[in-house]
């Protein structure tokens, strides 16, 4: 009987520990919440294809400074340009360079560009990219997630880039 009467004892204080956890911090509890699980995260590696939608606007801003994909994965991103600028003035894209290019480097060539929507035309140092939309348009890109690493993104029109880009990770 006294081995029953300790766990029950045992149980309470684990219950009591739990109540304490559990109303100790109501703002993380919520938080807490939306944190995938680790057998969720797995479950969301494995997805073949993952939407990504960002936005951009008349201050010469992206919603993102940082976009996460899974390596492999389709990725299917829509930028949109929530402003009312023309296309001439404001004009966004979303360009993701290859790993090493120089942002620097690369802007000088999207520069001399300007007849292919600034994106230099041997495409050489870009994985994906959309065409350049103004104020009130989308446009979407598919392509495949490249190997594991940290890749810029960036708008290339020019004088964007200094606020316009991001890093791409993939996992
Ligand atoms: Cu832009």
Not at 20 to 36: L, Q, R, W
Not at 62 to 85: A, P
Not at 133 to 151: L, N, Q, R, W
């Amino acid at each position: 009987m006294k081995h029953i009467k300790s766990r029950s004892i045992l149980g309470m204080l684990a219950l009591s520990l739990l109540f304490i956890v559990s109303c100790g911090n109501d703002k993380n509890a919520t938080t807490n919440e939306n944190i995938p699980t680790v057998d969720e995260l797995e479950s969301l590696s494995k997805q073949d294809t993952i939407r990504v939608t960002l936005n951009s606007n008349d201050k010469m801003q992206f919603d993102k400074s940082e976009i996460t994909v899974f390596e492999g994965q389709t990725v299917i991103l829509t930028l949109h340009h929530t402003g009312t600028m023309t296309l001439s003035a404001m004009g966004h894209n979303f360009v993701l360079l290859t790993k090493g290019t120089a942002i620097s480097d690369f802007t000088k060539q999207a520069l001399k560009a300007k007849d292919n929507a600034y994106i230099p035309t041997d495409e050489k140092n870009v994985i994906a990219y959309t065409g350049l939309i103004g104020g009130g348009e989308s446009v979407s890109v598919t392509f495949k997630a490249p190997e594991k690493g940290i890749y810029d993104f960036l708008c290339s029109f020019p004088g964007h880039y200094s606020i316009m880009k991001g890093k791409f990770n993939v996992n």
